[in-house]
């Protein structure tokens, strides 16, 4: 513009890098302390450069876990955040883009209230009914299992009302066409409906993914076997009141762990990640 | 909301409805259900008899100093974890809106820790401010400072908000930054011309411009604080020193964990969530929606 831009684009590079500094410094520090010795760390003498332990501490970490009386190998962990977070995923967008085709495609009794039945459940978060929640599921037999973890959380009013607000995008021409071809109402979702969702599909994935793996007070509350925890729960159980007890090397590596595939799945998928984040708006 | 192109079918719209109404019905409805009934009862000290007793385990809640600090202390939390989240975010949104080389890769490093978990976050910085082998410890005490946030209240309070904030930065980066770049840029070139120094055109064209996206926000940063730092709070205090960084979901938690009053964990519950109709509510009159009906 008018004025001198080259002194304030410093300073704007300058500010931003500051930022970046700020948002990395303390998964900088996480990946460090897991590259070093417990004694060191609990002396409070720990370097802020690499140690040496790197493959030792990740291999107890994956494979072994911690030495106290809940050990559980975080890969174990792992493996169960994974199928909870896979389960929401496809979970929350196979039910929801069926409800929304039934609401946009069909006229039939009811509709309207089904649908409001659905939006409404956006005022009621797992927060507000935890126990309540808890105790149908403890009637139901699911503690402890992936389908406890996973089914309670599985509706979602925001992907219903995204598929909902698509479908009504999609030109009737099409489906008339279809139906020309002799094409029923499956054949027309799963031939035509479906491949134009693709990319809506993607986008809410990558979105619905993080939050399943994120997942906290829901896991917490319900899986009380060790081998059930998903990584969350697992390293809030690692962290003893006990300062002395806590092996600070394991517990950063967990960490570092937890975050990488939510992480990747934002870098690597960085288009659909704000994409889906601004189409959900949440 | 009606297509003019629809098919005729008597079952098949209620078997594709059937999973999602199902699943609202268990495992939404009929708890929240449960918890609104059980909030106007009264059990026993025995557990063998519950009498209705309208609102009396509300008015219990509310004579209850605990729970009243809980909710000043989750209001607090909520603005000051949005306040410093929204402002800092804002600061780096209008850097990076600017013509410069490597925008996309300051973006990229930036929005990732949307991704890091509640928990998470707690451990990262319970381990960089640990009294005892915080790195970061080391050099407050260093300059003098006595930290403790694990026998300190008000700094347990200031290390959650911090946490809180931090995580919260990349997603208001991203949405200022999607804000701003929707403002046209013959808007500030108009006002450069006549005259406007920046700080100036900041305050007087961009942050006017950009107030829709930031009431969104302030909507998203509250209900974000209230909710999601339970996982942050669980892992770094656990509610302590004392009930210090108690908030009303943390509460509820903690409260059902230990048992004892059915009634009075209902009540809390009903209240978080008339909270959260409230706050949704705002979000769909005030904010623009896409939504249409």
């Known amino acids: ?16 890098w500051i930022g970046i500094a700020i948002v990395a410094f303390p998964v900088y520090i996480a990946i460090i302390a897991s590259t070093q010795d417990n004694a060191l760390i609990a002396n409070g003498q720990m370097s802020l450069l690499p140690g040496g332990h790197f493959f030792e501490v990740y291999y107890q970490t994956i494979f072994v876990g911690t030495s106290g009386s809940t050990r559980e190998p975080v890969g174990n962990m792992m493996l169960n955040s994974l199928v909870m977070a896979l389960a929401i995923a496809i979970g929350k967008i196979a039910i929801s883009i069926i409800s929304a085709y039934a609401i946009v495609y069909f006229r039939f009794p009811f509709r309207m209230s089904i649908f409001w039945i659905i939006f409404i459940t956006l005022m009621l978060p797992v927060e507000v009914r935890i126990y309540p929640t808890y105790k149908i599921v403890a009637d139901l037999h699911m503690l402890d299992s992936y389908a406890g973890l996973s089914l309670p959380l599985i509706a ?4 219903t009302l995204l598929f909902r607000q698509f479908f009504m995008t999609v030109p009737d021409e099409l489906l008339e066409a279809s139906r020309i071809d002799g094409a029923g109402p499956l054949r027309f979702f799963w031939d035509t409906l479906l491949p134009l969702s693709r990319t809506n599909m993607a986008a809410l994935f990558v979105i619905l993914f993080i939050l399943g793996w994120n997942q906290y007070l829901w896991p917490l509350l319900i899986t009380t076997r060790d081998d059930m925890q998903t990584i969350q729960v697992g390293i809030r159980k690692m962290i003893t009141t ?6 600070w090397p394991i517990v950063m590596a967990t960490a570092v762990l937890a975050m990488l595939p939510p992480v990747f799945v934002v870098v690597a998928m960085q288009k659909l990640f704000v994409r889906g984040l601004v189409e959900t708006e949440k | 909301m009606q297509k003019q192109a629809i098919f005729q079918s008597k079952l098949l719209p209620y078997a594709l409805v059937a999973p999602q109404l199902a699943i609202v019905l268990i495992f939404f409805y009929w708890p929240a259900l449960q918890a609104v009934i059980q909030s106007f009862l009264l059990q026993d000290a025995f557990g063998l008899s519950t009498s209705f007793v309208w609102f009396e385990n509300y008015v219990e809640l509310f004579k209850d100093p605990a729970y009243f600090a809980a909710v000043v202390r989750t209001f607090f939390f909520s603005f000051a974890i949005a306040i410093s989240s929204l402002s800092f975010a804002l600061l780096l949104a209008v ?21 890091v978990a509640p928990p998470v976050v707690g451990v990262l910085w319970i381990f960089m401010l640990h009294p005892s082998l915080g790195v970061i410890s080391r050099y407050l005490r260093a300059a003098g400072v006595d930290w403790n946030p694990l026998l300190d209240g008000n700094q347990a309070a200031g290390l959650i908000i911090l946490a809180a904030a931090w995580k919260q930065i990349s997603y208001n980066f991203l949405f200022f930054l999607a804000g701003l770049q929707a403002i046209p840029k013959s808007v500030f070139e108009a006002a450069a011309i006549d005259g406007a120094r920046p700080m100036r055109r900041f305050w007087t064209v961009t942050f006017p411009l950009l107030s829709p996206t930031i009431f969104f926000l302030l909507v998203v940063n509250i209900v974000y604080a209230f909710f999601d730092t ?41 209240v978080l969530m008339i909270m959260v109709i409230v706050l949704t509510g705002i979000q769909f009159r005030f904010v623009e929606r896409k939504v249409t009906y």
């Open chain 2, 230 to 270: 339970f996982g942050i709070i669980d892992t770094m205090t656990r509610g302590g020193p004392g009930t210090s960084t108690v908030t009303l979901v943390y509460k509820v938690y903690s409260d059902g964990l230990l048992g004892g009053n059915l009634g009075s964990s209902a009540a809390q519950s009903v």
């Open chain 1, 242 to 247: 006990t300062d002395a007890l806590t092996e």
């Open chain 2, 95 to 115: 850097m990076a809106d600017k013509p410069l080389r490597g925008s996309m890769l300051y973006r990229t490093l930036l929005i990732w820790p949307y991704a």
């Open chain 1, 1 to 16: 513009m008018v004025e001198d831009e080259g002194i304030r684009r410093y300073v704007a590079h300058f500010i931003l």
């Open chain 1, 156 to 159: 979602s009013a925001t992907a």
